[in-house]
């Protein structure tokens, strides 16, 4: 490994693969570095790798919506097939119960029409002829089993949702990652697997590469985090992390896998639903088989842990996410054993990434990603190419922030708004849901 690299991409999950394509279409030469066996098998592997325009911010719906356009022509967007398989990514539309706990979604539609994407307004007369086992009642707050009144309706219903057409999931996300690799290897980038970083390199007042735990040093003027959940740790061996407004740290979260409503063909007729009455959100999975998710309710503990020293283990957690979700979909059948994943998150204070540059020189950042970003990792690969060579280019990001343009969308944004040092957003959820 003497070979010279303009950066070393820390992380090969499908955001670092993106952005090792990205960099590497820009001209870079990239070497991606990886402490598991290949590309995805990190936390991409547990990500439910759904593809909505939902969020708090318009900055964060136009990213989106941005990036649906690649998921919709992913061949294209890699420029040729991966011959090991390519991903489906089914175009299901999205459907978002209206509520108390999202304002009714009045501000979401108001988002929507600022970005220009479409939805349409569903009555509960129509949500009950598409999901004809639906219960609209209202079950909010969310509780937990052991609490008085879960499962006990709370009052009035539901008074609709809304459907956006332009959304869905994508079947397989390691293979995601494995795409956007092969099309980084065919631009010209290597990757390094079962290398794990322990210490950044400095030289000169700025970064020089990293060093790997059997001891290699890998030279390179320009170092990029996209370590998922050791974001923190890696901020940490760069000296950069106290100087962060904006830091991260690593949750644990369960993903339920229960077989869908008996009469109902989800591979048809299912589609991403997010209900906050409930605190919780699924899709269809293969099989007949749903995946639930939750929406971090605050009758949850949230679990925040070393992303060295955790347990992969499922915990009651995963079937209380399915028991959530039997109180809309009745008839859902939920075994006495409950199987899932469980995986890491690498959350913000206010659950928005940070894509920036970093106090030392050379030193970038794409972290925080929060189980929610897996979506975005097309233009975000785009986003950190242009920020890199901006910056290294002699540009003060810090005072002059960087513009994106959004070209399928037809929007500018500032990739400030997604700045290290930002102050806490108020308009967001401060759950997955950004």
Request: net charge negative.
């Amino acid at each position: 490994m003497s070979k010279s690299y303009d950066a070393i991409i820390i992380g090969a999950g499908v955001i670092g693969a993106c952005v090792a394509y990205e960099m590497a279409k820009a001209g870079f030469r990239t070497l991606s570095v990886e402490k598991n066996g290949a590309a995805g098998h990190g936390s991409t592997a547990g990500s439910c790798a759904i593809i909505r325009l939902y969020y708090s911010n318009v900055e964060s719906c136009a990213l989106a919506y941005e990036n649906w356009f690649y998921w919709k022509d992913w061949e294209g967007y890699l420029g040729s097939a991966d011959p090991r398989g390519m991903i489906e990514y089914r175009d299901t539309g999205t459907l978002v119960m209206k509520c108390r706990e999202n304002g009714h979604l009045a501000r979401a539609a108001k988002l929507m029409d600022a970005i220009g994407a479409p939805y349409e307004h569903w009555e509960a007369a129509r949500i009950k002829a598409h999901f004809p086992f639906f219960d609209l009642s209202h079950f909010s707050p969310p509780k937990r089993p052991e609490h008085d009144g879960f499962g006990e309706p709370t009052g009035g219903a539901l008074d609709g949702a809304i459907f956006f057409p332009c959304g869905g999931y994508v079947t397989d996300p390691a293979l995601a990652a494995q795409n956007a690799e092969f099309a980084a290897k065919r631009a010209g980038a290597e990757f390094l697997y079962n290398a794990e970083v322990t210490a950044i390199l400095q030289g000169n007042g700025r970064a020089a590469g990293v060093r790997l735990k059997d001891g290699r040093e890998l030279r390179a003027p320009v170092v990029v985090n996209v370590g998922g959940p050791h974001s923190a740790k890696i901020n940490a061996m760069a000296g950069v992390f106290d100087e962060m407004n904006i830091k991260t740290r690593a949750l644990r979260h369960e993903v339920a896998h229960v077989p869908g409503p008996a009469g109902f063909d989800l591979m048809k007729d299912g589609m991403v639903t997010s209900d906050s009455d409930l605190a919780t959100y699924m899709r269809p999975e293969k099989g007949g088989f749903v995946l639930i998710g939750s929406e971090d309710p605050e009758c949850d503990e949230r679990e925040w842990v070393d992303p060295d020293d955790w347990s992969r283990d499922l915990t009651e957690q995963a079937r209380v996410q399915a028991m959530r979700l039997a109180q809309r979909w009745q008839g859902l059948p939920i075994p006495n054993k409950v199987k899932g994943v469980v995986e890491l998150y690498d959350v913000t204070a206010d659950w928005i990434p940070v894509y920036d540059k970093t106090a030392l020189p050379g030193f970038y950042v794409a972290i925080g990603t929060s189980g929610n970003q897996f979506k975005n990792a097309p233009v975000v690969g785009k986003m950190m190419a242009k920020l890199v060579a901006e910056c290294e280019g002699g540009r003060d990001h810090d005072a002059d922030p960087v513009s994106f343009r959004f070209e399928n969308v037809g929007m500018d944004c500032s990739i400030g708004f997604f700045s290290r040092n930002r102050e806490i957003n108020p308009n967001s959820t401060f759950s997955v849901l950004g």
